[in-house]
């Protein structure tokens, strides 16, 4: 199954990709993770892709299509995989579908996970992200158990460096710009599903497993 998440930053794309990836089996690929590993390690990618993302902008279409076309050649996504962060722009779409295209593949799901901008500032001021595994937690939503510690891997939990408010701001006007046409996009290709995330996340994850079956 290969499914797609889209959805405004902080709209809980990566929280339910997590889960999906758990329960079908199959790896949650978020580039926004592989940029944020990059960067913790000082690779010359990390260097790249750090000046846009603290700026809230996006990464070059041609770095970020390269790193995921690399991506897919790993043996775990021989079976699908969870998109989270790519697609991002139409460009990127369209290098996704012809890649898909030459195997006669194509995306099955594109489910957008809708939160209104008001929603979005208020949640991540109280991100917390692990730097090990891209686990997310929320201080006040989804604590984890002990605090600054991911539950799954021990390793420190951080505050995101985009995720002060200027930079939120900024991270939703290039989404209304870039991201939005993503969903007509997919619905023109009758693969788009919408669910509705301002509702608690096992609310979500329930109404994204009635779409995925
Ligand atoms: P990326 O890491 O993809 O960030 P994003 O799209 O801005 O999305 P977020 O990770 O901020 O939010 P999310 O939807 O995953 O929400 P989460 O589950 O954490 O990208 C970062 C940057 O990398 C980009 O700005 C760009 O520079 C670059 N980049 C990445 N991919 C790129 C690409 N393809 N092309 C170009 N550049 C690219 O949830 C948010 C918070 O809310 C959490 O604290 C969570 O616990 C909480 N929460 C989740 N669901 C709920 C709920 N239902 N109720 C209450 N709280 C909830
Ligand atoms: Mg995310």
């Known amino acids: 199954m290969k499914i797609i998440m889209l959805g405004a930053p902080g709209a809980g794309k990566g929280t339910q ?12 690929i978020s580039t926004g993770d592989i940029f944020r590993a990059n960067i913790k390690n000082n690779t010359e990618l990390g ?3 750090k000046t846009y993302m603290d ?7 041609e770095l970020v299509v390269d790193l995921i076309m690399d ?7 021989a079976n699908g995989y969870v998109l989270d962060g790519f697609p ?42 692990c730097v090990g595994c891209g686990a997310t937690y929320h201080i006040q939503f989804n604590a984890p158990k002990v605090e600054g510690i991911c539950d799954t891997c021990g ?4 505050l995101r460096d985009d ?8 991270r939703l006007s290039v989404y209304h710009d870039q991201t939005q046409p993503l969903i007509d996009y997919y619905n023109k ?5 919408e669910v509705d995330g301002t509702q608690a996340m096992d609310d979500v994850f329930k109404a994204i497993v009635d779409i995925l079956g």
């Open 71 to 77: 991506r897919f050649k790993q043996a775990d996504a």
């Open 88 to 129: 991002r722009t139409i460009p990127q779409a369209e290098a996704l579908d012809k890649a898909l295209e030459a195997n006669g593949e194509s995306v099955d799901f594109a489910i957008n996970v809708e939160v209104p901008d008001e929603n979005i500032i208020n949640r991540m001021g109280g991100r917390r992200a």
């Open 163 to 170: 995720d002060k408010p200027e930079t939120v701001k900024n």
């Open 155 to 158: 390793e420190k939990l951080i």
């Open 47 to 49: 260097q790249k892709a």
């Open 17 to 28: 990709a997590k889960r999906i990836a758990e329960k079908y089996s199959i790896p949650h």
């Open 55 to 61: 700026k809230g902008e996006l990464v070059p279409d």
């Open 189 to 193: 290709k009758n693969v788009l599903r």
